[in-house]
């Protein structure tokens, strides 16, 4: 990835977050990672995850604002782009240079579609948990491991093989799967995230610890920079062509192609 190209994200994030930021008193310290610019946002998570996610988000802790609305409900105009035939190419190719893979994109693609997962949710969930390396395996302090390009966990997936840990479109199909699972639980998709990461029952109990906080603000962090740069060399060719592809793939709120 070209980390000059994704500075203006970082900004944009900051802004989005501001009011959230302003009611958080502590900071969840970031891990050095040189290929992500520094998050500076990772406290304003907490108020957002200290809650019992099994009950309605809007009852929790007062948590019911515009953020949380925008944030869930937001179209995504990469996957309404996918699901047009004439723009689909156009996305496919954005998303082969993300990942330097076209066998990663389109599994990651098709399967983001198939679970109506924003596109740069997956990917930025996908990079962050193995930089979009379809063989990355981690060995967990409980004796499990994760595997693949979703890092599916060796107990939470028994049935698989190891081939089939390691296939991507096999990673994406469950990964995609159980982050659809967790956004249906959790009602908004960062503490969705979170559970993706640590758990439903440790994050539903209030439980959610600070290294969970921080995988989220990489996530949100990289998701903002990916959006930025599909808006800059996807989006803005085809609103300065005035498209009808363009037109007819921003769907209405909760509309699928």
Known sequence: MNNAKMVGGAAALSFVFLTVCLC???LV???SDAELLPASNFNSYTSLLDFDVAEDAAE???LKNDYIDDFSSKDDRGLALYRQPKTRPAVEWFYTHVTSSREVALAILENADKNDIPLSMAFALAYVESRFKPDAVNKNGNYTVDR????LNSASFPRLTEEDFFNPEISAKYGMMHLRFCIDMAGNE????AMYNA???RVKNNNTPRSTLNYVGKIEQYRANLENM???DILAFYDAHSSTELALATPSSGEKK
Request: net charge negative; no cysteine.
């Open 24 to 26: 958080v008193h502590f």
């Open 29 to 31: 310290p970031a891990e």
């Open 60 to 62: 929790n802790a007062g």
């Open 148 to 151: 693949g390009l979703f890092q």
């Open 190 to 193: 960062v503490t969705a995230l």
């Open 199 to 201: 758990g439903t029952t």
């Open 230 to 232: 599909f808006q800059a």
